[in-house]
Each structure stands twice: as C-alpha cells, then as structure tokens.
C-alpha cells in the first residue's frame, strides 16, 4: 500500500493524536499539509495554462506571418497607363480584391506611388488630399504623408501599407504588398 509522502500527514501543534485534541480543533481542523499541496497544485496548473496560453501566441504569429508571405506573392493587375494619371494626381483602384480599396499617386514626371487606403488607426477609408500633400482620414482626423504614407497628424501610428508596383510598356502594374511597409 502506497504511504503519505511525510510533507502530507496532518500533525496537530502539540503533537497529539486526533483523539487527544480539544473539541473545538476537532470542529474547525486546519490541515496544513493539505492546503500547501493544493496551493502548489494550483500554481502548477497556472504554469501550465500560462505556458499554453504564450505557445498559442506564438502560432497565431507564425500563421500570420504566412499569410502575410502569401499576401507578398498576390497576382500581377493591370493598375492604368502611365499617362492617364496626370502629375499631382490620384487613381482609385482595387487590390489584391475587389474589396480592398487602394490608391495610386503620380508625384512627379517620373515618380508613382501606391497605399491600401485602410487607415491604419480603425481600418476608415482615406481620401486623398494631393493640393495638401496628404490622405485625410475623416473617422478620426488622421493624416497620413502623400509621399511617404507615414502618419502626420491624429490617432494613427503606423504608415499606410504600400503596393509594390511594376512598370511594362507603358502601363502600371500591382505586384503585391509591399511588406516593409506593414
Ligand atoms: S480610423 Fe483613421 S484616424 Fe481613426
């Protein structure tokens, strides 16, 4: 038969038997032992639920890191010619999805850049503000550089997300996120 680890047997202060106890430490008996047992068994399962709880973090990370990789290698669009945007202006175009509003900017003869317009605050549309040089964000006020897509003014802390762009014969082409933007 299996014995009680010593640390587990229940001793009274004066070293008595249970028998020899007054009545009232009968009533109220406070086994020491015990509750140290279970404290420490309750600490061991807080170790594990807090070690769980860090290794679901970490695959949640790596999962998105994968997306985000897959999201690197979208298909190549046809965004517009090179001259339908003028110097100083905006196209509005969808990419990688029909639901993913993005815009393309024309800085000068021979510079074009492009940004998700998900504002990287709450996810509003920007609009685009070329005579102020920036992207307004009507949701909360935030603005976001034209020429940068870093955050100039309001809540937002993170730069808008820029596409990857490809030039062929005189067309604009959307190759992918461009992820040191994210
Ligand atoms: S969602 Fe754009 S500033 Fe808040």
């Not at 106890?21 to 594990?48: E, G, S």
Request: charged letters at 25%; a neutral charge; one cysteine or more.
């Amino acid at each position: 038969m299996l014995q009680p680890e010593r640390e587990q047997i229940t001793v009274a202060p004066d070293g008595g038997s249970e028998a020899e106890q007054p009545q009232w430490r009968q009533d109220f008996p406070i086994d020491w032992p015990q509750d140290n047992y279970i404290a420490r068994r309750d600490f061991t399962k807080f170790l594990v639920l807090t070690s769980l709880a860090f290794t679901a973090g970490q695959i949640w990370i790596v999962v998105q890191n994968f997306f985000r990789a897959r999201r690197g290698q979208s298909p190549i669009r046809l965004i517009a010619g090179v001259d339908e945007v003028p110097i100083g202006g905006t196209l509005m175009f969808t990419y990688p999805e029909q639901h993913d509003q993005c815009v393309l900017v024309r800085l000068d003869e021979r510079s074009f850049i492009a940004y998700s317009r998900e504002c990287t605050h709450l996810s509003c549309s920007v609009v685009p503000e070329p005579d102020k040089r920036r992207f307004f964000c009507p949701c909360h006020e935030g603005a976001f550089d034209i020429a940068t897509g870093s955050p100039i003014a309001g809540p937002p802390r993170r730069p808008l997300a820029r596409i990857k762009l490809e030039f062929r014969q005189g067309s604009i082409y959307a190759a992918g996120l461009d992820l040191r933007s994210l």
